[in-house]
């Protein structure tokens, strides 16, 4: 048997395909911790072995760090693999076009088993390209579909999907997810935005998936029309390609104009596409304190990481997110360094499940983080604080330029006006100064000034490279 098959094996002797009720199914979602390593380690053996075998970019890591096959049979193993980042795959893909090396895929098995090609933007010269083999599309749908039960959807249930059927990964997971849960699909990410807003009203969705920007302008859009969104029959919205559906504020936004609960999903393109944060009904229900998003750790292994050393960091204490994917044929990659911060807790959650959540869901992009006047803020940070401010409206811009030196940069947040008309921009610099403890200017501007966004917003301005200019 070669290492491939051995994994896929591997894949397959824990897929529970339910129902003991639905698509709850204990083995998966409630295992003891002790018990869910097992079945982590029984996979990464397995996926370690298959990359030894059929990935040159990974053999040529793992050699390098002396490791053989067989070497990783643990999570104390899994130490030793090296850290992968996205820039690594680079120098592979120019000098092996259009695939690289780094998947185990074989011409053989993907001409024989192909589903799709994914490809990532970006400023190098070639795109970066993922191919998936109908093994993966199974996974994939399978974890979407557990994640979209653990959201609440049920089968029948008519869903509006807004994320766009292009590049988006997200959409096609969600999609293969919502199918094998039974669920009819509208797939309304191509359509005008006027025309999504006005097919609510006659298909009733009970499940609208989108980013949380374009949730709250889809909304606004319905009651522009002259309908009530919250009294439309939503009652899920599952939101993913933004963290506002961890971020307090922006989800009692959500909440209040749908009438609905509202779910964060989150994953990454080059490791982990299915579902790899996804939250329970117990912490969407909460109506305070920070949301924690499970991580499906039966089918990947998660690692918080100092950006620096490397080095674990207590559970409980924030660092970037290493993610190992135990599932997939194509794309089994050990310990890639997502960028994104995250802060882990794995005491008992009220949804019985043993998966760990991650505390306030994606924290930001190590990149996207600024240092000012000392302290650390996270683009979630200023969200946080600003929609927490009764009264205003929902769009905002933070505004970043480079002060009288490192560390005393400026800091601009222009807000659209709300319901509150007595809120002058005094009032509100001085309630953000207590709420992120530092001056910022506040610049109050009327609404719809600011440009809506159908899908990513982008909130967040860095001018700081613009100095002098
Ligand atoms: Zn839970």
Redesign the pocket.
Known sequence: MSARDRFLAAVRKHLYPGPEAGLWNAACEAPSRARLREIQQEKLAAAFDYLFEASPFYRRRFEEAGLAPGSIRSLDDLRRVPVTRKLDWIPDIEAHPPWGTFSPLTEERWRDHPWMIFSTSGTTRRPRLFRHTTHDRDLWAWMNARALWSYGVRPGEIALNCFYYGASVAAWGLHEGLVRLGCPVVPGGAMPPERRAAVIPYLRPATILGTPSGLLTLGRRVQEQGDDPAALGVRTLVCAGEPGAAVGPTKRRLEALWGASVHDDFGCTEIAMAPLGYT?R??AGKTDGEVGV?LMEDAVIVEVLDPITLEPVPVGQRGTLVVSNLYSEAAPFLRFDMGDWIQLRDDP???G?THARAVGGLLGRNDHCLKIKGLQFFPSTFEDAIRSIDGLGDEYRVEVRAGAAPGREDLEIIVERGPDVALTEHCVASRLRGLIGITVAVTLVEPGRLPRSDGKGVRFVDRRAEAGR
């Open positions: 329970c117990a912490e499970h959650c009220a949804c499940r």
